[in-house]
Structure formats: structure tokens, C-alpha cells
């Protein structure tokens, strides 16, 4: 199964300021998505990100806010921009195959202040 | 939507007590997974159950599913202090064209088992 590393663990920022989330596959894959999971709350997918295309936003997260990189087979960045308190959450990244187990990273706890 | 629905939302047993939980969900499936959560960190994969299988087992768990109800049970039997984490259900997202979109999951349940 998938190894995935991501990264950072955690971070504490100010609003306004916008953080960068990278993760990392140790294979080849050909999605990956990102996940919010808001305090105590479950997950819910923000985005599918496609080596080579624009990635596929689900409703209510836009490009401008979560604009997400996927420069080969391997990688994929989250960058949460312009931050409130409200972004405060878990960010997740996973990949898997359609019906097939997901395989999850560690997740960055973000707490904005 | 929420596509999974999970109950009850928290849980609290001794332990060497089972602990069951229920899912719910509203349109067709392929299959139904089932994951833990330590402590907010990732999630971890515990069982898939195809839409053609009624019951699974992986050691100390054991789910169901019932296809004509729409809902799933997640079974942990002797349960340990290391198994307080949340748990959730999850359904493949297919998209129009094949291929994988992601998951939906259930609301979760957290379950704490008690020395």
C-alpha cells in the first residue's frame, strides 16, 4: 500500500497569511485528493488533483481559496490562502484507485489565529 | 449530502464489551469501507465490503451490510483501550466518465472504551 508523507504536521498562523501543505506518495499515482475535516466535525473532499490538469474543486471550495499544484505522479500541494479563523481544521490527502481502500496521510492541524 | 450517517455519534464502553456502530447511507454503491481516526491524525483503512457481500471479518471485526436498507454495521468484539478513536463510513464517489473521485464519509462515531 501507498506510503504518503505530508507535511507540516502542524502549523499556527495569522490571518491574512496563507500556508502551503505538500504531500508526498512513495508511488506513482494518478489521483490524489484533499480533505477538510473541520473541528469535531467528519471529512469532506475539497478537491481532486490530476497530474497535468486543472484539479476538480467540489462546491463551496474555490481555486482562489485552496489552489492546489500537482506537478507529477508523486506530489500535490494544498495552498490554504488568505486565512481566518474559519480555515481552522485538519487538511488530509489521500489516493487510492475507484473501489479500492484510500490511503491517508497524517494530516496538518491548522489553527489560525 | 451527506452520504454516510452514523450512529451514535459517541460511544462509551468497558473494556472487553463489543461495540457496534451504524451506517447509513442514500444512493447505490459499490462498496462501503470503514476507517479509524487516532486522535485527529489520518485515517486508517479497517475493512471494504463489496456490494455483493453481506458480512466481513478482519480479527476482531466484523461488518455487515445491507444493500436493501442502505446501512452497514461496524462490529469491534473485546474491545481494548486502544481502540478509543473515531470511526467512520465512507462510499466511493464515481465520476460520470469512471475512474475515482474520492470519498464521502459518515458523520463518525467516537468511541471510547473505558479501563
Known amino acids: 500500500s501507498a506510503v504518503i508523507s505530508q507535511k507540516p504536521s502542524r502549523d499556527i498562523c495569522q490571518r491574512g497569511t496563507s500556508l502551503t501543505i505538500q504531500c508526498q506518495v512513495d508511488s506513482q499515482v494518478t489521483m490524489m485528493f484533499w480533505y477538510r475535516q473541520q473541528p469535531g466535525q467528519s471529512l469532506t473532499l475539497i478537491a481532486t488533483a490530476n497530474q497535468g490538469s486543472e484539479a476538480t474543486y467540489e462546491s463551496g471550495f474555490v481555486i482562489d481559496k485552496f489552489p492546489i499544484s500537482r506537478p507529477n505522479l508523486t506530489f500535490s500541494t494544498l495552498t490554504v490562502s488568505n486565512m481566518s479563523p474559519e480555515d481552522s481544521s485538519i487538511y488530509l490527502c489521500?489516493?487510492?484507485?475507484?473501489?479500492?481502500?484510500?490511503?491517508f496521510g497524517d494530516g496538518t492541524r491548522l489553527s489560525i489565529l | 449530502s451527506q452520504q454516510g450517517e452514523e450512529d451514535p455519534q459517541a460511544l462509551s464502553i468497558q473494556e472487553g464489551e463489543n461495540a457496534t456502530m451504524n451506517c447509513s447511507y442514500k444512493t447505490s454503491i459499490n462498496n462501503l469501507q470503514w476507517y479509524r481516526q487516532n486522535s485527529g491524525r489520518g485515517l486508517v483503512h479497517l475493512i471494504l465490503i463489496r456490494s455483493n457481500e453481506r458480512e466481513k471479518h478482519s480479527g476482531r471485526l466484523r461488518v455487515t451490510l445491507d444493500t436493501s436498507k442502505k446501512s452497514s454495521s461496524l462490529l469491534i468484539t473485546a474491545s481494548r483501550a486502544a481502540d478509543t478513536a473515531s470511526y467512520f463510513c465512507a462510499t466511493p464517489r464515481a465520476r460520470s466518465g469512471g475512474g475515482a473521485d474520492g470519498l464521502t464519509f459518515g458523520k463518525g462515531t467516537h468511541l471510547i472504551i473505558q479501563p
Open positions: 489521500s489516493v487510492g484507485s475507484l473501489n479500492q481502500p484510500q490511503h
